[in-house]
């Protein structure tokens, strides 16, 4: 970070603490010296009527909701134990990932430089003077007549050594409500705080100060002409603007838990990734643990909690979304979940896609932009409908019958739930220690010529296909449409720093000078459809557990071509070693495990356009070969 914009922020938060009078306000309590620097500087700049430090009691929770119902911000659903509905704004639904910025003194930290005349995928950067000038356009002043909430924060188990700690500022209480349940809060989290633990420093803000000049819409707060999300990795801080949606507001998930510690994880030799983590039990009582990258809206949280078709084996979740990684004395890598809850995508959810998510969400959640029933629950496209005499409101708060043209849920409709209420939730879910990979999984929406699974060769390979992820675009960002995007490591919206310098540390895992169990690298896709009915090749969900079984048994190996066949992208399952006993339906295992030379000889040449252009001279060398090593097989 440049003197000028280290000195401008220290200046910032002197001038806070001198002007502001710490002590004057009542509200807040005795704080930590470097957190209440922190909160003194964003009161000086912000100007709240008042501060609230969060404890993160269910009785504070319950006050903050009964205000929000009062504002008309939420409204309590009758039909369950202590579960909200919010509608936001219509223009603040997603992820704005042309907002989203990271801020470096050079460009080529944030991102790679892109090609002469082609915009990069890879993040945004902004420089530290656009920053100053964007900061101080938005944030003066931009609390005034609201409450500051301070929210002292851990991501991760409190005790973990992978845990780290945050401090959220904000004007939103429906920011306060979710970050209760996403991360965990209250006092062992102020304790260690007080313990000098270094913090990550978030602030946000709605940016409608009151009071308001334009009526809002919802009853919800935003700014959408000047949403900034900004990621400044030097100090470890994030300041964002203008949107009360999930990804953009409750800083500790994507834009701490990827972006930030991404950085973090460089830094000090870990992981940090856009990840499930689940463990699966085979009928003999062994079991494993799996992390697996999958971009938003692929079957993530379906497979986190998948119920199993296969007698006798189990999978348990230790989460949905998030997964930070790194290796013990032993040299085995270990993860943990840094999240507390579950924040997934509605639309699709049932009881037939995902039962135990269908429990989970059954008491203390919070919904956004679900259809709601006139016996007060909810409803989104993929529950049963609902009986004759109920009828239903959309995500607009107008009525809505089956047949519209209209959605009666957003695509993007979100239900956020505490992860222990999760019936399958893993016993060792919050242990210190996190628990033992033994494989990695990638995989992405992929209509053709992507196997239903493979394994890679070895680890710099593993690398080459998560940087090589391609996937049909989601609606968790503002995207419009079914294209095909690049996603590596699902992470594309999500790199704190430059994905060249990503590969380059991922690369190194394999030759760290303490003793190292690599984990298997695979790829799936649950996707692939009949080019002829357009119809899906395989059941997906529970039978999904069939391709698991085939991964847990490769994990324990003694051979490279056991129950595997070699092909010209990886190991494949042989014929017959894919469990398909009492598949409720014909499946046609050769066109499922089709690899046509055609389709990924442009695969390969759509590969080598986009890491020339979007990478160029940051690619590490062994990427490359793992690139023309592609090429050369898919050529003879």
Same mark, same amino acid.
């Given at each position: ?18 002007? +502001? ?145 945050? +401090? ?281 010529? +992507? ?186």
């Amino acid at each position: 970070m440049s003197c000028r914009l280290l000195g401008v922020l220290r200046r910032r938060e002197s001038f806070g603490a001198a002007a +502001v009078g710490f002590r004057s306000l009542a509200s807040i309590p005795q704080l930590p010296q470097a957190v209440a620097e922190f909160v003194s500087g964003a009161v000086a700049e912000c100007n709240p009527a008042k501060v609230h430090v969060v404890t993160g009691t269910p009785e504070e929770t319950a006050d903050i909701l009964a205000g929000m119902e009062n504002e008309g911000m939420v409204k309590k659903l009758q039909k369950y134990k202590n579960c909200w509905l919010a509608r936001t704004d219509p223009k603040d639904v997603a992820r704005v990932e042309s907002k989203t910025v990271v801020v470096t003194r050079q460009q080529r930290d944030a991102v790679p430089i892109p090609s002469s005349n082609i915009k990069s995928q890879l993040g945004n950067w902004m420089s530290e003077s656009d920053f100053l000038k964007a900061r101080e356009d938005r944030f003066p002043a931009c609390m005034t007549g609201r409450t500051m909430y301070v929210i002292p924060f851990s991501m991760g188990p409190v005790n973990s050594s992978l845990a780290k700690f945050g +401090v959220q500022v904000t004007d939103s209480p429906y920011v306060v409500a979710s970050m209760g349940i996403m991360t965990r809060t209250g006092t062992p989290v102020m304790e260690k705080l007080a313990q000098g633990v270094e913090f990550v420093r978030c602030q946000h803000s709605l940016g409608r100060p009151l009071p308001l000049k334009a009526p809002l819409v919802n009853q919800w707060p935003c700014n959408p002409e000047k949403v900034l999300i900004a990621h400044l990795p030097d100090s470890r801080q994030i300041l964002s603007f203008g949107s009360g949606y999930g990804g953009n507001s409750l800083l500790g998930k994507k834009c701490f838990a990827l972006r930030i510690a991404s950085c973090i994880a460089k830094d000090e030799g870990w992981l940090a990734e856009h990840m499930l983590i689940l463990g699966i039990t085979n009928p003999q009582g062994v079991k494993r643990y799996f992390a697996a990258a999958f971009p938003s809206a692929c079957g993530k949280t379906n497979l986190a909690m998948m119920k199993p078709a296969l007698p006798g084996w189990k999978v348990e979740c230790v989460g949905d979304d998030i997964a930070w990684m790194k290796f013990d004395s032993q040299g085995k890598l270990r993860a943990i979940n840094p999240e507390n809850g579950f924040f997934g995508v509605a639309p699709g959810t049932s009881v037939k896609t995902n039962p135990h998510a269908m429990k989970t969400i059954s008491e203390n959640t919070i919904f956004t932009n679900v259809g709601e029933t006139s016996d007060g629950g909810v409803w989104w496209e993929g529950l049963d409908p609902p009986e004759p005499d109920i009828s239903l409101t959309d995500w607009h708060g107008k009525p809505w019958k089956s047949g519209s043209s209209l959605l009666c849920a957003h695509p993007n409709s979100r239900f956020c739930a505490p992860a222990a209420q999760c019936p399958i939730i893993d016993p060792l879910w919050e242990s210190d220690e996190g628990v033992p990979i033994d494989a990695i999984i990638f995989g992405g929406r992929r209509p053709e010529g +992507v196997p239903l699974v493979y394994e890679t060769f070895n680890w710099s390979h593993g690398v080459f296909v998560g940087a090589a992820m391609r996937s049909e675009s989601t609606a968790a960002a503002e995207h419009k449409g079914k294209v095909i995007m690049h996603d590596p490591f699902a992470m594309r919206p999500f790199f704190g720093y430059n994905f060249g310098d990503y590969l380059a540390h991922w690369l190194s895992m394999e030759t760290r000078k303490n003793p190292t169990q690599l984990p298997k690298i695979f790829h799936v896709n649950w996707f692939r459809k009949d080019p002829e009915t357009n119809s899906f090749l395989w059941p997906g969900f529970g039978e999904n557990a069939r391709v698991l079984e085939w991964i847990f048994r490769r994990c324990s190996r003694t051979t490279e071509d056991e129950a595997a066949k070699k092909s010209i992208i990886g190991w494949l399952p042989q014929e017959g070693s894919i469990n398909t006993k009492g598949l409720g339906q014909k499946v046609e295992m050769g066109a499922l495990f089709d690899v046509p030379k055609t389709f990924w000889q442009k695969e390969a040449h759509e590969l080598r356009a986009y890491l020339t252009q979007q990478v160029g001279a940051d690619l590490p060398e062994q990427v490359e070969r793992e690139l023309r090593a592609l090429e050369e097989r898919v050529r003879n």
